[in-house]
């Protein structure tokens, strides 16, 4: 595995790097093609156009020819032979000197002691023609045009730096003020209107900086509240751990209901501690959606509650054979809460009426209601409608877990008023 660390780097000097290897990749383009051009392509084109000159020529005048009256042919630099058909060979002077030195051959050019050349054979009739074209004057032509293009090269290199330093401070300069402003305020940063991509990075991190910290909000509320719910089963814990330590030697009678007062307590302590674990617990979990046939789960939840509820439970199936796909565990403990919380606040001589099709589930009850201004809040963590009613068996947690397993499984929660007196509340699929 590789540990090595890349090193950190600024955008200028990642497009300074991105630019060198441009610019290095077009003047080794450039100069091969000069190259190409002049010492492949220009000597190769020259001779070729010896060739085409000697050939207009018949046999006797080539044994007679004089070389140097050849347009484009110099006798000090370049070399001809010519191979007739009986064997008799035609040179130019100095030829034959020349092919006596030490050389060697690289495609179409020849390279000796004597320099660079093009070579370049051809046969016609029987007799075979063959060029040495010095490349000395092409090569000094192509080292002054490498030389010029080498100078514009590095002008161009050293203008780029210039102006890459200059815009890059430029384009880099709202994403530096945004990286200061978040290190220095905890407020909004201020959105830029160009470059677009560093307004749009300052509107999505404000975004999120919002989403975060309405999260630690929540979560320092949950804190608090969970603190204050706690406090009140310790303390009563606490206060008659006490009574007891002071006054059961004199007063045995209140041993009894004092136990059965812890008793109560710890149970209530208990019930919340789970509460708050399956809140935690809820968070985490990623719900398991199967087809759910609405008539079988409503049964469970009616024979896990039967000897739960006080109230009597009507159940109405407008479509039995109803199926909706979700997370089977999940919808059960919404119905479950849905249901605990209606007999929690209904008389025990009501009815509670349960509902249900492929498009929602209602749980109707006939307690005492639920004002418009409180119907989004009830699905809050800890609260109660009737604060006067903090005592009452619930944990003030029920109906927030009802919602959290809502959202995690793409379901929607709703309470509206029951015409005949109560609250309807209502599952959505």
């Known amino acids: 595995m590789n540990n090595k660390k890349t090193k950190a780097r600024t955008s200028e000097q990642l497009i300074r790097r991105i630019f060198r290897r441009i610019v290095l990749l077009m003047a080794l383009l450039n100069i091969i093609a000069v190259v190409s051009y002049n010492i492949v ?25 004089e070389f140097k009256t050849l347009d484009g042919f110099d006798e000090q630099t370049n070399f001809i032979r010519i191979t007739m058909p009986d064997g008799d060979r035609v040179t130019s002077r100095g030829t034959t000197e020349f092919l006596s030195k030490e050389s060697f051959r690289i495609g179409q050019l020849m390279v000796s002691r004597a320099g660079v050349f093009d070579y370049v054979k051809m046969k016609k009739d029987g007799t075979t023609f063959e060029v040495w074209l010095s490349d000395a004057v092409l090569i000094r032509n192509g080292m002054v045009m490498l030389s010029i293009m080498i100078g514009i090269v590095l002008l161009t290199y050293f203008l780029g730096l210039i102006l890459i330093r200059r815009y890059s401070k430029r384009l880099s300069q709202p994403i530096t003020e945004l990286a200061s402003a978040v290190k220095n305020s905890d407020m909004d940063l201020l959105v830029p209107e160009n470059p677009t991509e560093v307004r749009d990075l300052a509107i999505n991190f404000n975004q999120l900086i919002h989403r975060l910290n309405m999260k630690i909000d929540q979560e320092a509320q949950f804190v608090s509240d969970a603190s204050h719910e706690l406090r009140t089963p310790v303390t009563a814990i606490s206060g008659h751990v006490n009574l007891l330590k002071r006054r059961w030697h004199d007063h045995p009678e209140i041993v009894d ?79 479950t809460i849905f249901l605990e919380n209606a007999g929690l606040y209904s008389a025990d001589d009501d009815k509670i009426i349960l509902k249900y099709n492929a498009k929602e589930i209602q749980v109707i009850d006939r307690g005492a209601g639920i004002p418009d201004e409180e119907k989004l809040k009830i699905f809050d963590r800890f609260y109660r409608v009737d604060k006067s009613r903090s005592e009452t068996e619930g944990t003030g947690l029920g109906l927030a877990i009802a919602e959290q397993y809502a959202k995690k499984n793409g379901l929607r929660l709703l309470v509206t008023d029951n015409p005949e007196g109560g609250s309807v509340f209502h599952i959505l699929f």
Do not use: C, F, W
């Open 257 to 335: 209901e004092s136990l059965d007062y812890l008793g109560a307590e710890a149970d209530r302590l208990k019930t919340l501690i789970e509460a708050l674990l399956s809140l935690s617990r809820n968070e985490q979990k990623d719900p398991k959606k199967e087809a759910v046939k609405l008539s079988d789960l409503v049964e469970m939840v009616n024979r896990r509650l039967s000897k739960v509820l006080k109230q009597e439970l009507l159940i109405e199936g407008e479509e039995p054979g109803a199926t909706v796909t979700t997370d089977p565990l999940a919808l059960q403990e919404i119905l």
């Open 41 to 65: 392509l220009v000597g190769q084109s020259e001779a070729h156009g010896l060739m085409s000159a000697m050939q207009r020529y018949d046999e006797n005048e080539l044994e007679n020819m």
